[in-house]
């Protein structure tokens, strides 16, 4: 991954900060599990029980900060995650681990424990 700039790190800052409550957290996974057809807003409310405003208001944050996409299908809502997105977020995070000191196997970045 090429250096950074202020610019590169406030973004990613901002993507962490927008997924920096539960239900977003949840909302992101719940996307990524369905990747990459998405899912349509009722279909998140009800698997997760958040309510229609209030998952309106965490999908536009996340949307605003691109981890994220949506796209009318006739007068449904779908929501995606943007995998490139968060695996620019990861690779953020991970790039200093991975290749300066080896702290962590970049192998067990896509390992779960």
């Known amino acids: ?63 605003h900060e691109g981890l994220v996409t949506v796209r009318r299908e006739g007068t449904f809502l779908r929501y995606a995650a943007n995998a490139q997105a968060l695996q620019d977020l990861l690779a953020f995070l991970y790039a200093e681990c991975c290749t300066r000191n080896q702290a962590v196997e970049p192998q067990a970045i896509v390992r779960r424990a």
């Open 1 to 63: 991954m090429p250096a950074l700039d202020d610019e590169s790190t406030a973004r990613f800052a901002d993507m962490l900060s927008a997924m920096g409550t539960a239900p977003r957290l949840r909302i992101v996974r719940l996307l990524l599990s369905a990747h990459p057809g998405g899912l349509f807003v009722g279909d998140i409310a009800a698997e997760l029980q958040i309510t229609g405003s209030t998952l309106s208001h965490h999908l536009e944050k996340l949307k």
